[in-house]
């Protein structure tokens, strides 16, 4: 056992260069694969397998770092601040999405369609019988007729389990803060099993859109800000749900106390944050 | 004088790794500075070499010695790897050297991250630079990346969008670590009104990266599966728009100026009072100042894209909201400026660095007020006049600070004196060349010649040439930055330095308390006393 007084400063670190490499190397077979070389996906599964043990093996030596004692408070400080401002780089992120809807939508479109002064003359030559509106695929109708989304049937049961998975998640802490630990594990198994399920509606979704409503990632660009916004929101869940069934498996370990659990919280934060992104896609993407 | 935990490697029992496993694996943050330090000043040379290779081909009018194609790569290359290899790097490497010393923390907040965010701006680097040896070349469509143009790049187009994912992640790596580490690593006492400005401007610095990186890689996603996988967000037969993708990426980009700017401020803030022997005029304000420079710089962004096409409210408002910069940028100057009235001052190599640097930045930051004017920078846009403009602010500013800065802490990190001869020379030819490279391009916009081509009109023909020849000479004299940096780490002059290397500099920051060279362990014991004088009449 460390002190408890002193800042916990590793001396060695072999992940973050091993880590590194496979990202790289998940990424350049990513490009080259794009490119048409044969090779490339390959390499990118290699990559991406290089990069799943890092995270497994960095993620099991924070762990057991934890677990003996050898964080203080402060390091747990840090460890939030570093967590919380990742969180807000991600918001960055999806508001870049957010964004380029809303310009699309209330700009650029209306003015495809000859609204305005100044850009929309000169577009009236080129996409002159184009009647703008939204959902649009634009004035070449690129990807062909398609039906777009709507927000009351699958994305609605989406929006409660999502908003059911944030109440579990936090009746989970509170079992842990007041250290009862089958309210714990049964929180976090309900919060697992209710991410899980969203994404599998979210697949079942896509699979409509895809084969029955003629709706893909080439229908212009509402089918692009819908997957793509919805897509990068997909997959956080999945990261989401990842990461909670790890804090689900290590609870059921044992691991945390009442007073250290900074791995829970950084899950549950992270829960939250997706599950916020997700309210601004129904209201944003599926309802208006 | 020097309050120092002295024999703090043997109390701690951790020295560094033997051989070049030590690189690789190492936590240290002086490490890990070293190690940014050295890859930005490899990329100092590789971006330069590339700018000659402009320079060369723009000697004369006609073409002389590149393809048009690969002159448009070496021009964006040579942005990119200034910007993202050299530029950055560099005030990482020296915050990670700097900022635990100065706020006396034993390290930065998370070791293990640090190391990562290394080595992913190494990856980032090794993946833009492939694209120089791919099928159609390295990007060539300007570091904007602007569509449609960008999107007819060869095979190097996914390689350019990963690259800039792996630099984006590691900027955000080093800024959330500078956050945690001025947050929540501070010795008892040292305030937030009690940092050095360099620490100020630091975190002030990683919000903005914090805020724009995840942009700046939301919009090269966007190319690259409009590339890809047919979507049309930048494509109006779809429904996009390609000014979409100007107004994302100046969101990222104009605050990204400024995240190479804002140190540079810092840093100027550390050395005046120094060699004045005076405290920072208005301390408290020029901490005020960077703020809002930070906040104003996400809200100005359609300046680099007047005469795109903007309703005419937008031109007003964003010409409006430019100049304010123009009222704290200019607190600054007359800061610095007060600071050195009536000093007594010397005039070693870090501060002629930083008298030329308060000159010629205000000289780029009033051209940068003459295109904020939007009618007026219709006849400015996309001319010579926008290239001498930045690069007075990024070449006699950022890079002169960094060789300040280099001068300052070099002899503090070794033990070594550096040759003040050989510094004053370095810095006499720096500072004349660089006016002979970039003041004739002022004339050159404003007659109207465009950037980014290989060839132009008689009419340019002399200034070009002697442009080209104010490159060659600061181009070379760089050399001998280089040879004074290695002979300093390498012994120096052969004299040692004091704890506190300049005059009573222990007054104004904590790195000086402790002796030279720093050792690897610093502050694991936090400081008691917190040095004052940098606040003035405290």
Known sequence: ?288 | MSAVIAGHDEQHGHGPEKGILRWIVTTNHKDIGTLYLVTALAMFFVGGAMALVIRAELFEPGLQFVEPQFFNSMVTMHALVMVFGAVMPAFVGLANWMIPVMIGAPDMALPRMNNMSFWMLIAGLLMISSTLFMEGGAPAAGWTFYPPLVLQTGNALPFAVFAVHLLGISSIMGAINIIATIFNMRAPGMTLMKMPLFVWTWMITAFLLIAIMPVFAGAVTMLLTDRFFDTSFFDAAGGGDPVLYQHIFWFFGHPEVYVMILPTFGIASTIIPTFARKPLFGYTSMVYATASIAFLSFIVWSHHMFTVGMPVAGELYFMYATMLIAIPTGVKVFNWTATMWKGSMTFEAPMLFCIAFVVLFTMGGFTGLMMAIAPADFQYHDTYFIVAHFHYTLVPASIFILMAATYYWLPKWTGNMYDERLAKLHFWLSAVSVNILFFPQHFLGLAGMPRRIPDYAVQFADWNMISSIGAFIFGFSQLLFLYIVIKTIRGGTGEKVTAEVWEDARKHSLEWTLPSPLPYHTFSTPPTKIPTEHLGGH
């Open chain 1, 1 to 288: 056992m460390a002190s408890n007084n002193t800042y916990y400063i590793p001396h060695k670190a072999t992940w973050p260069v091993v880590g590194t490499a496979g990202l790289m190397m998940m990424m350049a077979g990513f490009a080259n694969y794009l490119n048409g070389a044969a090779t490339g996906s390959t390499f990118m599964v290699i990559g991406l397998m290089i990069f799943i043990i890092m995270f497994a093996g960095w993620f099991s030596l924070q762990a057991i770092e934890s677990e003996r004692g050898m964080l203080n408070v402060q390091v747990g400080v840090s460890y939030r601040m570093g967590m919380l401002w990742f969180i807000f780089s991600e918001i960055m992120f999806f508001a870049v999405f957010f964004s380029a809807l809303w310009y699309i939508r209330n700009l650029s479109v209306p003015w495809l369609g000859g609204e305005g002064f100044g850009p929309g003359r000169s577009t009236e030559m080129l996409w002159g019988d184009y009647v703008s509106g939204w959902p649009t695929n634009g004035p070449g109708n690129v990807g062909g007729e398609f039906e777009p989304m709507g927000a009351w049937g699958l994305p609605f049961v989406n929006t409660l389990i999502l908003l059911s998975s944030g109440v579990t998640v936090t009746w989970a802490h509170w079992g842990l803060l007041q250290n009862k630990r089958k309210q714990l594990i049964k929180g976090l198994a309900a919060t697992v099993v209710l991410g899980f399920t969203f994404v599998a509606f979210q697949a079942y979704e896509y699979y409509e859109a895809y084969h029955e409503m003629g709706l893909t990632l080439g229908s212009g660009v509402y089918g692009s800000t819908f997957f793509m916004l919805t897509g990068f929101h997909g997959l956080h869940v999945t990261i989401g749900a990842i990461i909670l069934s790890v804090i689900l498996f290590r609870s059921w370990k044992g691991h945390f106390t009442p007073e250290n659990h900074f791995a829970f919280e950084g899950a549950a934060w992270y829960w939250h944050f997706v599950d916020v992104v997700w309210l601004g896609l129904f209201i944003f993407v599926y309802l208006l």
